[in-house]
């Protein structure tokens, strides 16, 4: 079946711009996760979304970043006035929920603050 | 708080050997789950193999198996009879503290097969 999915593959954007990013979990997963991947470096949770549950936003480095899922499924990472920092890649994984069931991740989206 | 090591940065073996990448971890929580992820040059990350704190047998998938050591807080994956595409990045990872369902990721170690 088709796997996570992310858009775009690549962003270039102008300091202080807004910008969001989307991912499309796998069919019939409840939980989605949002990590962050910088050149180089081991993935950095960002949040997690569990059905209906309230997200976990723990990972989140600034008020400047937030998420949102709609309907359950396709969830959106907003990350508002970039900086430099927020070059990475963003990595979103999805999985059937709990926390002994293994994540499947999208392909990534490439940001690049200018 | 939880913590994984992975202490080696790189490594370099020839093609049909086995090798063992470490993974060390730190946990206060009595129920944990540690994963494995591949993540060759094109990005993706690919789950490998899984294992429960609780599971008695130490998890294989494939050329894939998991070196479960509870007491010394190890948990090394062993890949047999390496091939040229098994050259990426390894990442070794937890389920987060107290039931949390994030992953908590290692540094990473990258493999290179020769030929």
């Known amino acids: 079946g088709a796997g996570v999915s992310q858009s775009p593959s690549n962003k270039v954007t102008e300091k202080g711009k807004d910008v969001e990013l989307r991912c499309d979990p796998i069919?019939?997963?409840?939980?989605l996760y949002w990590y962050r991947q910088s050149l180089g470096q081991g993935l950095e949770f960002l949040i997690y979304?569990?059905?209906?549950?309230?997200?976990?936003k723990s990972g989140l480095p600034s008020d400047r970043f937030s998420a949102e899922r709609t309907g359950g499924s396709v969830s959106t990472l907003t990350i508002q006035r970039t900086q430099q920092e927020d070059s990475a890649v963003y990595l979103c994984?999805?999985?059937?929920?709990?926390?002994?069931?293994?994540?499947?991740f999208g392909p990534g989206t490439r940001l690049t603050v200018t | 708080a939880q913590k994984i090591t992975q202490t080696q940065p790189g490594m370099f073996v020839q093609e049909k050997e086995a090798v063992t990448l470490d993974c060390t971890y730190d946990?206060?929580?009595?129920?944990?789950?540690l994963f494995w992820y591949k993540q060759p040059s094109s990005g993706e990350m690919i789950f490998l193999i899984y294992?429960?704190?609780?599971?008695?047998q130490n998890a294989t998938e494939g050329r894939y198996s998991l070196n479960f050591q509870k007491a010394r807080k190890s948990a090394n994956l062993v890949i047999s009879a390496s091939q040229l595409g098994d050259s990426a990045m390894y990442f070794c990872?937890?389920?987060?503290?107290?039931?949390?369902?994030?992953?908590?990721f290692g540094q990473g170690t990258r493999l290179t097969i020769n030929p």
């Open positions: 994984a999805s999985s059937l929920g709990g926390r002994y069931y293994e994540q499947y």
């Open positions: 069919s019939g997963h409840t939980a």
């Open positions: 979304f569990q059905g209906n549950s309230a997200p976990d």
């Open positions: 946990t206060s929580d009595p129920s944990y789950g």
């Open positions: 294992q429960g704190s609780y599971d008695q």
């Open positions: 990872a937890m389920s987060g503290p107290q039931g949390a369902q994030k992953l908590v």
